[in-house]
């Protein structure tokens, strides 16, 4: 919360640091809806577009200028899960803070999607994502527990390292229509499909200014040496490293069980003896 907060929510309400969210989760929004008097290129059928996103903040402490109000620094934010611009898809973010903040419902409306504070308690941070027209006409509702302290409290804090909590999600727009397709079939923050063979999209709509382009593009960042990564690449090593020790307690279990079993074949063998 901020300085204008007159109790102190910092003790009270801290839950564990959980870490990034599993790659697989998935939001799947609403499938246009035939009825919309929207007009734009036909749907595609069995297609779907999907958006990797990542949503969290990063905070600092204040250290020696740190005091009872403002103890860090803070920012949450939107972005792709690469650090790609999410303007072609989010048309503004909407971030509902603390009551205690003034003008609490804060609207972003261009990317990069992020805002910055001070304050010292922790709260759950909604956020809603409104999208362009041609994309989806329903927005996304996500939740973020703003986290201000370490998981280890009880060690030391450093205005160097901060604390950083990311969750990934991935976007999924079924039954897209062909202008929506057309227009984002190049840009890297999406995932597009293949089409079946003889769909025949129409041109590319050009970028009426690529500066606009660049501006969300959060690749050179000044935190992004703190954001984590949610790549492929390191999630299947992570699958696989989990798979070997799922088997090898498999295999240790296998043993205890037949020394078990040999240990009571003994005890009947010596019974029948007697």
Known sequence: MNNSSSSKSHGLDQPELSGPTPKSLRTKMGKPEDSE????????????????????????????????????????????????????????????????????????????????????????????????????????????????????????????????????DEIVFPEPSEAFLARVQNQPALIVPRLPAGSVLPPPVPVEDPSKRKRGDTKDHPMSQWFMNFSEADELLQLAAARQQVQAHIAKFRREISLLDGQQQQQVNSVSDQ
């Open 37 to 168: 008097k929207k007009i734009f290129h036909k749907k595609l059928k069995d297609v779907e577009i999907s958006v990797p996103i990542v949503y969290g903040n990063i905070s600092f402490w204040l250290g020696k200028k740190a005091n009872e109000y403002q103890s860090h620094k803070w920012t949450v934010y939107v972005r792709g899960a690469t650090n790609e611009d999410l303007g072609v898809v989010i048309k503004r973010a909407v971030f509902q803070l603390h009551s205690s903040f003034n003008n609490p419902t804060r609207v972003i409306e261009s990317p990069p999607f992020e805002l910055s504070e001070c304050g010292w308690g922790e709260f759950e941070i909604a956020i809603t994502l409104f999208f362009h027209s041609d994309v989806c006409d329903k927005p996304l509702n996500l939740f973020h527990h703003l986290k201000l302290y370490p998981e280890d409290e009880s060690g030391p804090m450093s205005t160097k390292k901060p604390v950083v909590v990311e969750s990934y």
